[in-house]
């Protein structure tokens, strides 16, 4: 398996990227399905309203930007994340909420493939097509495991408070780290930029950008030896961020959305050294138990990464000493890169464990990203430091018969894994998409959503509207219920410019105005 990977690096690449699109195949299906629902109605309203006024776009981002700064007074301080809110493609089409998971599945293709490219073929200079190798793979199981695909793929709301500022994250560590190599000032401006706005995106993000950066750069004063002035330019783009996070930290409505949180059962950790304590617990807590042993199937991400990386490695000989050396000096410090990693991981965490815990289960898809690739990290770092520092280079079984017991090992040790993990597959994105599908609830869907809009598209100012599942799959659906005070009542009726929007059962509906 690994001399099949050495010798077929292109192939390898091909199979990887076949696989990525075919498990992407129930992701494309239920976008067609995909509408807005709940916050999404609530931060585009006035934008829809006035587009349908003026045909305006610019009438439409101006509105955008007014609500983001009402609801820095009123909500929330994330203003860049609010601004981006309001501007989902329902507000300019009721039929264009369809692309919103193509969308985001550009974002993470394009995020982690940066990434991989960067710090795998760039700073680590591993040769060859590794870098695209790893990255594919990465995809093909972030996609399936992540916790909510709602949030991280089919709800714009959850997507640009969690997976917009990931995407911002890892291209600004991208860019930083080649600012540190090669002081180009456009990648200092591309930071300036990137940093600007993350002080506006979601907390855990705003975090990373700055902590992974000031990492690099510390290992490369400390370990590397590199005392270059010019290093400090990168203190321009952070202090934007900062000013970006204070504008955040202060907003008025923090207090209000604080008082809720309290209310439904938050507990706050009391100070920063609670706060960094509680951190850590997290991040240990919840990578081992939610994202491994309710995730078995990382493990067979982490295999076939293993594969990969002893295929890439391998084509380095002993007599390349120069090579040689230079990966050895590289993967020098295991222990301090995964305790380094840990932290990383643990930083994300800070936010949560600070406010007490109420958060959404978007987070936890940022929290599973950042625990995948720090997880991914750690084992190319160690498994480098096995070869190369420990002089394990080795070339693997000669004979065909050793070939064939460790790829049989190799096989059967991972459908061991994913027959004891088999039960967490029903909560995996494929699993999910298709059951909604093949059931008939996302054509049921398409109708009842279809009608709501047309009622809702009327003059009427109040309209009575046949209930719909809240039930669907993996798409995010806040009901209009039969409360009118209903905030999910409240913030549908808001986006169409009703003054009243209730529901009744649906069968009673149906009896009253027919179909």
């Known amino acids: 398996m690994v001399n099949f990977v050495r010798k077929h690096d292109k192939l390898t690449c091909w199979i990887l990227g076949i696989i990525l699109v075919l498990s992407l195949i129930p992701v494309f299906i239920i976008s067609g399905y995909d509408a807005a629902a709940g916050d ?18 610019l009438a439409a981002i101006k ?18 994340d609010c601004f981006v809110f309001c501007l989902h493609p329902e507000v300019f089409s009721d039929s264009a909420y369809v692309i919103v998971p193509y969308i985001f599945l550009t974002l993470h293709i394009i995020g982690f493939l940066t990434f991989a490219h960067h710090f795998l073929k760039v700073r680590w200079q591993i040769e060859g097509l590794y870098w695209l190798q790893v990255g594919l793979l990465f995809l093909i199981f972030e996609f399936q495991l992540m916790p909510s695909p709602k949030n991280g793929i ?81 203190l321009i783009p952070f202090a934007a961020l900062m000013v970006g996070l204070v504008i955040s930290v202060i907003a008025p409505g923090n207090a209000n959305r604080a008082a809720s949180d309290l209310k439904n059962g938050a507990t706050p950790a009391g100070g920063p050294i609670a706060t960094i304590i509680e951190s850590f617990r997290l991040s240990a807590s919840e990578g081992a138990g939610s994202f491994v042993l309710e995730r078995g199937f990382i493990l067979i991400a982490l295999m076939a990464v293993l594969v990969l990386t002893l295929a890439a490695f391998r084509t380095v000989g002993k007599e390349n000493a120069e090579k040689v050396s230079f990966f050895a000096k590289v993967f020098s410090h295991p222990l301090l890169f995964m305790l380094v990693m840990f932290c ?34 750690a084992e190319i770092y160690v498994l480098g430091w096995l070869f190369f520092c420990k002089g394990l280079l080795v070339k693997g079984a000669e004979t065909r018969g050793a070939k064939i017991v460790l790829n049989c090992g190799f096989v059967v040790l991972a459908l061991v894994i994913a027959f ?24 049921d869907y398409k109708e009842q959503i279809a009608l709501q809009r047309r009622l809702l598209e009327g003059d009427e100012p109040e309209v009575c509207l046949p209930g719909i599942n809240n039930e669907q799959g993996p798409l995010m659906h806040m009901p209009v219920v039969e409360d009118p005070d209903n905030i999910d009542n409240y913030m549908t009726a808001k986006f169409y410019g009703k003054t009243k929007i209730w529901a009744i059962p649906r069968s009673e509906w149906m009896e009253l105005y027919g179909e």
């Open 344 to 377: 990383v991981n643990a930083s994300v965490y800070a936010p949560r464990a600070y406010s007490g815990g109420v958060v959404s289960f978007g987070y936890y898809d940022f929290n599973f990203l950042t625990f995948f690739t720090c997880l991914v990290a």
């Open 420 to 443: 004891l993990s088999r039960h967490g597959v029903k909560q995996y994105t494929d699993y999910v998409c298709m059951e909604y599908y093949l059931s008939g609830q996302a054509d």
């Open 154 to 234: 089919f709800w714009w709301v959850g997507c640009v408070h969690y997976i917009m500022p990931l995407f911002m994250a890892l291209i600004g560590i991208v860019l930083g780290d080649r600012f540190l190599l090669t002081h180009r000032i456009r990648d200092l401006v591309g930071l300036f930029v990137v940093s600007a706005l993350m002080g506006g995106a979601t907390y855990p993000a705003a975090l990373l950008l700055p902590i992974a950066v000031f990492l690099i750069w510390l290992a490369e004063f400390v370990l590397g030896g590199k005392r270059d002035k010019k290093d400090f330019l990168l």
């Open 63 to 80: 509105a955008a930007w007014q609500t983001s700064v009402s609801t820095w007074y009123s909500w929330q301080g994330t203003w860049f």
């Open 40 to 57: 999404d109605y609530n931060f585009g309203a006035s934008s829809h309203l006035i587009f349908l006024q003026t045909g305006s776009v």
